[in-house]
């Protein structure tokens, strides 16, 4: 299984709804990651969990807050999101995160919609 | 500054011919080089891996091509396909501390029939 599942592909929120993003990987992969992507644009940083433990926050708004509930599941919370949020959310998972030669996995997305 | 540039932004061609991406970065520790292929609104699919010591690698009618000296590397779609409209993105790992991957600002692909 080479996959890494998020769920849901589609999230339509309105700006004082809680919602959560879930990504999935079975691969035995121990770094995850979230980006968040706008139209033409490249994927942006946004958190890395290496062994579970939050590693990486690149200055992301408190709206955002990811957990790491075992070392096959990445959580995105939104709260009290704003309509520049939008866009498409990705998990990315690989084997290492500091290591050489690791190859990143990426999900299909969730399409985010903040009304 | 870590920067990957890809060019051109976008690229239109027909079916059937060959095509080739380019992909300059100033990346430094560098750890490896990805290509990636992204359809609109999915997530991005890895094409190829290429490490520092890799000139050449090939993944069905996709090539990708890296020197390390110049800091260059190039994707060569052959014989291409509708299917490979899409986003062409490299990605540069740095090879030590803080690892990173740091993303091209990709070339859009559209092969018309």
């Known amino acids: 299984d080479t996959e890494v599942t998020q769920t849901p592909k589609h999230l339509v929120m309105g700006m004082t709804n809680k919602k959560s993003l879930k990504c999935e990987q079975h691969?035995?992969?121990?770094?995850m990651y979230w980006y968040k992507q706008k139209a033409k644009k490249p994927p942006e940083l946004m958190f890395v969990y290496s062994y579970e433990k939050l590693s990486i926050n690149e200055s992301v708004p408190s709206r955002f807050s990811p957990e790491c509930p075992n070392s096959s599941l990445l959580n995105l919370h939104l709260h009290a999101l704003q309509p520049e949020d939008s866009a498409l959310y990705l998990c990315?998972?690989?084997?290492?995160?500091?290591?050489?030669?690791?190859?990143?996995?990426f999900g299909q997305g969730t399409r985010l919609t903040v009304v | 500054k870590n920067q990957v540039e890809q060019s051109p932004q976008s690229l239109i061609i027909l079916e059937g011919k060959n095509c080739t991406l380019q992909?300059?970065?100033?990346?430094?520790?560098?750890?490896?080089l990805r290509w990636y292929k992204q359809d609109t609104g999915r997530g991005p699919v890895s094409l190829t891996i290429m490490t520092f010591s890799e000139n050449t690698k090939s993944n069905g009618r996709y090539t990708a091509t890296l020197d390390a000296d110049t800091k260059q590397s190039s994707l060569h779609i052959t014989a291409s396909q509708l299917s490979d409209s899409a986003s062409y993105i490299c990605v540069v790992s740095r090879g030590s501390g803080t690892y990173k991957y740091i993303f091209g600002t990709g070339t859009r692909l559209k092969v018309l029939a």
């Open positions: 990315a998972s690989s084997q290492d995160f500091k290591g050489r030669n690791t190859e990143a996995f």
């Open positions: 691969m035995g992969h121990r770094a």
């Open positions: 992909c300059n970065y100033t990346v430094s520790p560098f750890s490896n």
